[in-house]
Each structure stands twice: as structure tokens, then as C-alpha cells.
């Protein structure tokens, strides 16, 4: 490892109470809102990712003390309605936000600090490989921006920043943030043989039935490839 320290701290199971007390007051420094208060809790129960955190408390809470059917309702649950996936043999301490739970993945085994944020997207796992079993130890106070990616048993350190999209699969000492970099060409759309469905979608006062009609009597450039697929949304079908 890179000289990342391993918290004791992290292999020990919040009290359910401490840790969704801590969980509603980071939710609510982050929202602004005051807390503990009538509005406070109002405006932060509001809020898929405050629920989503709940459940999964609940599931940790039920696994730890060997209900696992009871757990696995819970976390079912939570998938279901919050599309979250937090197994509950992830340990995580007080202060866990996730603002936009949607996509969001931690495996069990998972270790993570006291205040952490983790974004839409993010998928903490294995390494793929025998030959790096278990998975991430993560510090305090870290965030893990939109669909950042940690794999394998590597150590993040306190106060990193992952940035969205960034792939981390070595250890990061403290007071880090990952960028990743990514090179993106932006071409005009007649590059690509899109450009009838740029004519398309500018033509004054066509609505989009009109539009719609256009594209199917007399397919334009471009838009009958893209039909069925990543274009269609675009095409206005």
C-alpha cells in the first residue's frame, strides 16, 4: 500500500441511532436547512437520497444482527424504489449523504469514513481479479463525484475528491482529487451525416407531428440510421 493508515474506526458498525442522527445533520448542512428543526427535517425527509440512506441503516442494522431476511426486504426495497445498491456488508459511518442515490453501487465489504458524499452513479467493487481480492477502505470527509469508479482493496485517504467520471483502482494518500482526462472531439453535425436532421429540427413553425410525418414519408440524412437508436430521443419520435 502507499502509506494510507487503515482506521480502526471504519471495521466498527455505527450505533442505527448515531449514525442517522449524523446522516439528517450533514444532509442538512449541505441543503442549508436547519437542524434539528421542524423545517429542517421536513425539507431534508424530503428528498429521495435522505430515504435511500435510511434504508440502507436499516438493511446494515438487520444484517449486522443476523436478520438477513429481513435485511435483504430492506435493500430490495431500496433498489426498487431508490435504484441505490448499497450491499449491507458495507460499513459506512455517520454522516453518509447521497444527494442523487439513482445508480449508485457499494459492495459488500466496503469500509467508509465519517461524512462522506457519494453522487449519482458511483460504483465502489472488486478489482475483477483473484489476485486482488476485497475491496476499498475509504477515509473521512470524502466525496465521490457523478459516476466515479473505485475498484479493488485500495485505500482512499481523508479528504479526497474523486472527480465525476474518474476510474480509481490505486491508493490515494490524503488531500487528493482525482481529474480525470478526457479528450472529446466536437464535430458539425454534417461531419457525421447528421446534417438533414439539423435542417430538420430548425425548420420554422413545423411542429413536432409535423416534424415527425417529415422524418417518416422522407427519411432525412442520417435520421433513418439513427432511428431505434441513441438519436431517437433526438430526433423528436
Request: glycine share 12%; hydrophobic share 40%.
Amino acid at each position: 500500500m502507499s502509506g494510507v493508515p487503515e482506521r480502526a474506526s471504519s471495521t466498527e458498525v455505527p450505533r442505527l441511532s448515531a449514525a442517522v442522527r449524523e446522516d439528517l445533520a450533514h444532509m442538512a448542512r449541505l441543503k442549508g436547512a436547519r437542524f434539528p428543526s421542524i423545517g429542517g427535517a421536513v425539507d431534508i425527509l424530503s428528498l429521495p437520497g435522505t430515504w435511500a440512506v435510511l434504508l440502507y441503516r436499516l438493511a446494515s442494522a438487520a444484517h449486522h444482527k443476523g436478520i438477513r431476511p429481513v435485511s435483504r426486504l430492506i435493500s430490495f426495497a431500496n433498489y426498487v424504489l431508490f435504484g441505490v445498491e448499497i450491499q449491507t456488508g458495507a460499513i459506512i459511518q455517520p454522516g453518509l449523504v447521497v444527494p442523487h442515490p439513482v445508480g449508485v453501487g457499494i459492495a459488500s465489504g466496503t469500509r467508509i469514513g465519517k461524512r462522506s458524499m457519494v453522487l449519482k452513479g458511483v460504483s465502489i467493487g472488486g478489482s475483477g481479479t483473484p489476485r486482488r481480492p476485497g475491496h476499498a477502505v475509504i477515509g473521512d470527509d470524502v466525496v465521490l463525484m457523478d459516476s466515479a469508479k473505485v475498484f479493488g482493496p485500495i485505500h482512499i485517504g481523508d479528504r479526497c475528491i474523486v472527480g465525476a467520471g474518474a476510474v480509481v483502482d490505486e491508493d490515494l494518500a490524503s488531500d487528493m482529487v482525482v481529474i480525470p482526462r478526457r479528450e472529446q472531439e466536437v464535430k458539425p453535425l454534417e461531419v457525421v451525416g447528421l446534417g438533414g436532421h439539423a435542417e430538420a429540427r430548425a425548420t420554422d413553425g413545423v411542429s413536432t407531428r409535423q416534424t415527425e410525418t417529415a422524418h417518416t414519408a422522407t427519411p432525412r440524412s442520417g435520421c433513418a440510421e439513427c432511428e431505434g437508436r441513441v438519436m431517437r430521443y433526438s430526433c423528436g419520435y
